[in-house]
C-alpha cells in the first residue's frame, strides 16, 4: 500500500504562484512513477505532469509546458508541483498518484493509489 497526502493548495491571485507537495508513504517511494492529475468541477479529470522513479525522465501536459513543473525528492518521499503564472482556468482540485512501477503515464486508469486531492483556486 503507498499513502499519498496532498498539500499546498490554496487561493491565489492570477499571475501568482503555488508549488503543491505530494507526501509518500507506505511502499517504497523511490520506485513508483508519480503523476499529477486535476479536475475542475463538472469536467473529466486530466493529466498535468508525470515522473519517473529516478527523476530523469518527466512529461507535461503540452499546454502547461513552462508554467507547471514537476520533481520528487525520493530521500523525502514526497513529489512536487510547482506552478506559475496561474490562470483562473487552472482551478481544480489537484491529485497526485502513485503507480507500481518506474515508468509513468499520462492515463489516470494507469495509478494504482491516489491522494485525496488538494484545491487550488485561482481568482481573476
Known amino acids: 500500500q503507498v499513502q499519498l497526502v496532498e498539500t499546498g493548495g490554496g487561493l491565489v491571485q492570477a499571475g501568482g504562484s503555488l508549488r503543491l507537495s505530494c507526501a509518500a508513504s507506505?511502499?517504497?517511494?523511490?520506485?513508483?512513477?508519480m503523476g499529477w492529475f486535476r479536475q475542475a468541477p463538472g469536467k473529466e479529470r486530466e493529466f498535468v505532469a508525470a515522473i519517473s522513479w529516478s527523476g530523469g525522465n518527466t512529461a507535461c501536459t503540452d499546454s502547461l509546458k513552462g508554467r507547471f513543473t514537476i520533481s520528487r525528492d525520493n530521500a523525502k518521499n514526497t513529489a512536487y508541483l510547482q506552478m506559475s503564472n496561474l490562470k483562473p482556468e487552472d482551478t481544480a482540485v489537484y491529485y497526485c498518484?502513485?503507480?507500481?512501477?518506474?515508468?509513468?503515464?499520462?492515463?489516470?486508469?494507469?495509478?494504482?493509489?491516489w491522494g485525496q486531492g488538494t484545491q487550488v483556486t485561482v481568482s481573476s
Open positions: 498518484a502513485a503507480r507500481l512501477v518506474t515508468i509513468p503515464t499520462m492515463i489516470p486508469r494507469d495509478y494504482d493509489y
Open positions: 507506505g511502499r517504497t517511494f523511490s520506485y513508483n512513477a
